[in-house]
């Protein structure tokens, strides 16, 4: 009988299992901080018609009126629907978003706010989920 083949750890196989892991986290690296491209705008829209263009750098606090109230604030980078007279109020549990490509929606009052990156640039994604 043929003696069972048997797979043996060399020397040079600790350097190709060390560099593809120095390559994943560089390419899991990349795409968790985002792409970087600056500061970024919110664009308020309401019944598909931009209103407003909001700079994120800036703090603020707004009320958006239609068929209910929304109070928007920026603080710190970031933008959320703090406070709605909305049902269910999903619009306020989405919480606080700062990355281009993110978005807020409050279906009742057809009120969307998007984050694009201030120069108009690429997102750097296809789409955001969580």
């Known amino acids: 009988m043929d003696k069972p083949l048997r797979l043996r750890f060399r020397p040079g196989d600790l350097v190709a299992v060390s560099a593809i892991a120095l390559l994943a986290s560089a390419v899991a690296l990349i795409f968790l901080t985002g ?31 239609g068929d ?42 057809l009120v969307e706010i998007r984050i694009v990156p201030a120069d108009g640039g690429e997102t750097g994604v296809d789409g955001v989920t969580g």
């Open 68 to 109: 209910y109230e929304n109070t928007v604030t920026v603080k710190d980078g970031e933008i959320a629907i703090t406070v709605s007279d909305c049902p269910g109020e999903d619009c306020v549990h989405s919480g606080w978003r700062s990355s281009a490509g993110q978005s807020i929606v409050c279906l009742p009052n």
């Open 35 to 65: 792409s970087g491209t600056g500061p970024a705008e919110a664009e308020i829209r309401q019944n598909g018609e931009l209103i407003d263009t909001i700079p994120l750098d800036r703090d603020t606090e707004f009320v958006i009126s």
